[in-house]
């Protein structure tokens, strides 16, 4: 899409759609109108579509503890078990986050810009890749499971957490495409505004999973005990569960995008290189973050199986710390796309301002909380004083650049939202490839840090791309870039 900083004719027509298709456009744009002139507004408009993805990252973070915690039930080699199949999912994820900020930015772009018909192209071309990737990806994973996990492992890990991560990971990838599709779905109904139906989606497919591992870890109410494999299970009809929600919120929830047989259901190339042209940079970015992931996490199971367990837990409750970044970031995502869509961008500086601000507050809160309660919420995992206060300590360290962290989040999706996806696999690269690994490696090897010298390098790769983000969104490149 060209884009023309100077300023939209309000009274430009719809393109590509019919009268009813431009009736259903003004309706939402009654609903989420991004040109209000009133600061107080402006921050309500922000908070609607931010908390649903607030509530929703929350929820996932403690349906994931909840996960965490009934599989940690079975011993510390089950924590670790999870944590090992844990890389080659995000790695399987990778290509479909990559679409998923495609769709996002188009979607809210061509929301802004009133053109409904290729809002919902969009999401019909998307819908039509993925499912070409999945066949891929889970043909590809089936086989290549088992090698994987071992060479996460490294060789030190004990032979039945590599077993049980490998049985986790399979039934992963086999209900691998009941997550990828919910994803599409929900990337263009944020891009629409519509955070909400995202936020039911995830929440049904976290409650249902959460229940049936209470019945199938431990085999409760006459249900099999499938201990590790059973935490699988029910994640995966916990997806199911989401992916019919969201097919139900796309094609008869009545939202701004949507899906309908009767539409052309064939690939449409241009759209599809429109995708690519921010997916592709993304999937890059994406690759690069699991490899780094993928090796940081071979640099911390090199510690032993306690330092693992202990990096596990850590990791699961530092969610609730992005649990701000990630919401608000939709919201600047969707805001940005929506306002350059409207060929405003002096409008989506003051949004993504406001944006911050309003991350600076929640985050703090949060932060306390993970200061000065970490003992107690590790202690929900498990009753092993040494893995308790060393995961407490981790959580500290999150503590103290927690706001920034998030502020970097931001920044970030903010960027994304412009399409400027290019940019941010060099940040990836440079913060997830080399300083987190390499740092760790120095202060675990030279200075003798373990466990703390990881953490240390992980906070220190958010401070690094908060900066590098920031000065690359003050210089105000996005404005000017095409989708």
Request: aromatic share 10%; with cysteine.
């Amino acid at each position: 899409m060209d884009f023309d900083p100077t300023g939209l004719d309000a009274s430009e027509p719809e393109r590509g759609e019919d009268p009813a298709l431009q009736d259903k456009t003004q309706s939402h744009d009654k609903q989420i109108d991004i040109e209000v002139e009133n600061k107080s507004q402006r921050r309500k408009l922000i908070i609607s579509l931010a908390w649903p993805s607030l509530a929703e990252n929350f929820l996932t973070s403690l349906m994931s503890m909840a996960d965490m915690i009934m599989v940690g039930g079975l011993g510390a080699y089950a924590i670790s078990a999870v944590g090992l199949a844990t890389q080659p999912k995000f790695i399987m994820m990778a290509a479909f986050m990559a679409m998923g900020v495609g769709t996002t930015a188009l979607v809210a772009r061509f929301k802004g810009a009133r053109d409904l018909g290729s809002a919902n192209n969009t999401l019909r071309q998307s819908l039509l890749l993925n499912v070409i990737l999945t066949i891929i990806v889970c043909g590809v994973m089936v086989f290549m499971a088992e090698p994987l996990i071992r060479w996460i492992a490294g060789g030190e890990l004990a032979e039945q957490t590599i077993r049980e991560g490998v049985t986790y990971f399979k039934i992963q990838v086999y209900g691998f495409p009941t997550m990828s599709l919910t994803f599409t779905i929900n990337a263009a109904l944020r891009g629409a505004g519509n955070t909400r139906a995202a936020f039911f989606n995830t929440s049904a497919a976290n409650v249902v999973n959460v229940v049936l591992n209470y019945c199938l870890i431990n085999g409760a109410f006459g249900f099999p005990r499938l201990e590790v494999a059973g935490a699988s299970i029910a994640t995966v009809i916990g997806q199911f569960v989401g992916l019919l929600m969201a097919i139900y919120a796309a094609v008869w929830g009545g939202n701004y995008v949507s899906l309908k047989l009767r539409d052309r259901w064939r690939f449409d190339f241009s759209m599809v290189k429109r995708i690519f042209n921010i997916g592709v940079p993304a999937l890059v970015e994406q690759v690069i973050m699991r490899v780094g992931m993928l090796w940081f996490t071979t640099i911390v199971t090199a510690l032993g199986d306690m330092s693992y367990a202990a990096h596990m837990v850590a990791m699961n409750i530092q969610q609730f710390s992005f649990t701000t970044g990630m919401a608000f970031g939709t919201a600047a995502t969707t805001l940005m796309g929506q306002t350059l869509g409207r060929k405003r961008p002096d409008l989506a500086r003051v949004y993504v301002k406001m944006t911050q601000n309003l991350s600076y507050f929640v985050s703090i809160a949060i932060a306390l909380v993970l200061f000065f309660g970490g003992s107690i919420l590790c202690g929900l995992y498990t009753d092993d004083a040494v893995i308790i206060a060393l995961a407490a300590a981790m959580l500290k360290i999150v503590a103290v650049v927690n706001p920034v962290s998030n502020a970097r989040l931001v920044y970030v999706s903010a960027l994304r939202g412009a399409g400027d996806a290019r940019f941010m696999a060099v940040i990836t690269f440079v913060g997830v490839l080399l300083v987190r690994p390499l740092m760790s490696l120095l202060l675990i090897n030279v200075f003798h840090f373990g466990l703390h010298g990881v953490w240390i390098a992980l906070v220190s790769d958010s401070l690094l791309c908060f900066i590098i983000a920031g000065i690359r969104y003050r210089g105000g490149k996005w404005a000017y870039i095409q989708v």
